[in-house]
């Protein structure tokens, strides 16, 4: 088995490498869904390009030396595989200069240079938009892959070094496509302090809590075997790593460890009974197998939830939980049997040593059980004031779930990461110097795309919407048609195409594709980070109405598109969403439980205080100012994936001891005195695993990492305040009713009998 065990190593090894790594739209929203397609068929694949930034600033960037400089770099870019078009200033002047003097090339004087630029204030305006600071756009394809940025960034770094721009200039490469793979590698990078602070944490957990077994330290490598053979499946089955899904290892460790703990806590139960190894095993396969595996169905459960999300980086969340589960069970129950049976082999001899010392050795009087006492104490509060403490869980839950609804959604990617990150503010930096890039991309099918009512109608629909709060300019075809014609927009046809031809291909092909689409871009500046993703959201609403309100000419069709418009899809999973799953989540485990029990009292007995626990979070995260995000919208679904198990093993041992004759207030007492620490135990290993999060440096991951710390220590006081009164009540109203009813047939019986 070992040696099966270990191949499946090697062969998880191959899989992790097929492990890609995703932040980009997909991962926010569904590619089966319209709006995606609209964005990735008309707008991304025909339109889009992503553009490496290279910023350049001094005490003045209008100057011939400065322009070489830039020129140099533009020629290096251009034969850069991957680079579809480069922008700069240099490249106009030299445009310009062609005009005036016939010869293509940058000036040699400072005072020619700036002649230039200050007589084309409308071209140059946006390139140099100060005397310190100028950019060279370097455009790729929209549906470029991340390798090719990679080789692109790599390249536009290595060029500005060979452009010998002059002393005292700072040469900066920055943009979007920067910033995203940026994150990507620092993400990928933090991944394993992450898991290593996770390891360290079970450490102590396991010194503190597993002191009473031998080799106390051997379920966390037993847990690690198990997250390898999930990064295996992770990479075989083509799951992402997202900045969500990557928290799911710490994750895991908490719960797996927890398997682990139970298998080898048995087996060593049963070695020092048994005697015999062989019997030991299966003692503990037997019975500890099948709980732990009920136990995990239920987690499961909990966590097939997260698949109906709209939001992909979620679904792959669900699933990495779910395969990882499964893998961290399967490791600890045969590796981890395996091993402990294999090390008591090797110290056997040493073990009845000991054995034979400890029984010449009067026996110690017991140590007081602290927490089996406390819990106790705690148990006998709660169900004198079973009725107030019922109570005002319910008010909580109640409140809770009312302040959930004004809990704010975050869904700018830039808020995500380390805010000190160089390439954030390298791109902060960009947007001061140029502002806000964020657009709504409006795709026009038309029948010709010459047709001068069109290009009329666009300008002024151009020029309606820029009067609209948010949307700071637009461009499209128009802009420049006016551009190359005086200002104005040919009357017919003929005219329009002549205008056409003296166009440059690479800026043209920006705005039109083929004969009947055309694009108008909305910027809509930093909108994002301004008015947020409801915002945009009722400014997208607004241009459909306005679109409805100025109908364009017979055979027009206009569809908006674009990222910003993308993410506002993201705020419906986010709210309505999220409820959802939470309550998918509840009818899945509300199901699971009655097929495993057949018993509607041992089905909703553990439910109801993790419901509760889904309300309280609501006025955690008021009370902590978070907002929701892919990860904190996951949290109902990991609440009743992992709290049921706290609360269905406290509800096997209240009706163990009620079948060996105890009271119900005897069974809840003896089974918060003798279950609790174990239980306590449980969740100090999960609430430890939560905790490796914090220490992330990304917000979106520390945040969740806190609240989640939180959630799971509002489990433990949910199973210990909540779930023995609720039990005691509902056991003895069904008890009474069972009994009334036993009353009434023998009522029945003896009247019978006197007629």
Known sequence: MLVVFFLLIL????????????????????????????????????????????????????????????????????????????????????????????????????????????????????????????????????????????????????????????????????GDPAFMIAMNTQMTSSMGPLLGLAGLFMLIVLFIVFGHVRWRWLPLPIVFLGIIYTFGAMGFLGIPLSMVSMSAFPVLIGLGIDYAI???????????????????????????????????????????????????????????????????????LFVGVITVSLFDNI???????????????????????????????????????????????????????YADESVGIQTDTQAFVPQDMPALLNLYHLKDIMGGTDTLNLIIKVNDNADPNILKWVDEFSEHETQRNHIDSASSIVTLVKQYNGGTIPDSRSEIEAVYAQIPESQKSQYIYGKNMILLNLNIGNAQKEIGMTGIQDLINNVKQDIQWMQAPPGTAITITGSSVVYTQVIDALTSGRTKMTYIGLFLVLGGLLVVYRDWLKALVPI????????????????????????TATLGALILGIGCEYSILMMERYFEEKDNGASPLDAIHKTAASIGAALIASGATVVFGFAALIASPFPITSNFGMVTVIDILLVLVATFTVFPPLIIVLDSWREKKRGTRVLDRKENKIQGADL
């Open 11 to 174: 062969l998880s090894a191959q899989g992790a490498q097929k492990i890609t790594m995703k932040s980009g739209t997909d991962t926010f929203v569904s590619k089966d869904s319209l709006l995606y397609q609209d964005y990735d068929h008309l707008y991304q694949k025909l339109f889009q390009t992503q553009s490496i930034v290279v910023i350049v600033e001094g005490n003045d960037v209008r100057s011939a030396e400065v322009m070489q400089a830039i020129d140099r770099l533009e020629h290096q870019l251009n034969s850069t595989e991957g680079v579809e078009t480069t922008t700069s200033p240099a490249d106009y002047i030299k445009k310009v200069n062609y005009q005036m003097t016939g010869r293509s090339r940058i000036p040699d004087t400072d005072a020619e240079v700036k002649k230039i630029i200050d007589g084309y204030p409308s071209i140059f305006g946006q390139l140099i938009p100060d005397n310190t600071h100028t950019v060279v756009s370097v455009g790729m394809s929209g549906s470029v892959t991340d390798d090719k940025k990679k080789e692109v960034l790599k390249a536009a770094q290595d060029d500005v070094k060979l452009a010998n721009f002059p002393p005292g200039y700072n040469v900066i490469v920055t």
């Open 262 to 332: 139970q298998f080898h806590n048995r087996i060593e139960e049963e070695l020092r009974k048994e005697g015999n190894k062989s019997k030991a095993i299966i003692t503990t396969v037997k019975h500890t197998g099948p709980a732990v595996l009920i136990a995990l169905t239920m987690t499961g459960l909990g966590f097939v939830s997260l698949f109906t999300s709209t939001v992909p980086m979620i679904q792959d969340f669900g699933k990495l939980l779910t395969i990882g589960i499964i893998m961290c069970y399967l490791s600890a």
């Open 347 to 401: 110290s056997e001899k040493r073990l009845r040593k000991k054995e034979t010392k400890v029984e010449n050795i009067s026996p110690k009087k017991p140590k007081p059980r602290l927490i089996g006492d406390l819990l106790r104490k705690l148990t006998d509060f709660t169900l004198k004031y079973n009725v107030i403490v019922i109570g005002i869980a319910t008010l909580l839950c109640i409140g809770g779930l």
């Open 608 to 631: 109801i205080p993790m419901f509760m626990v889904t309300g309280w979070s609501g006025l955690v995260m008021t009370y902590l100012k978070i907002d929701y995000t892919p990860m």
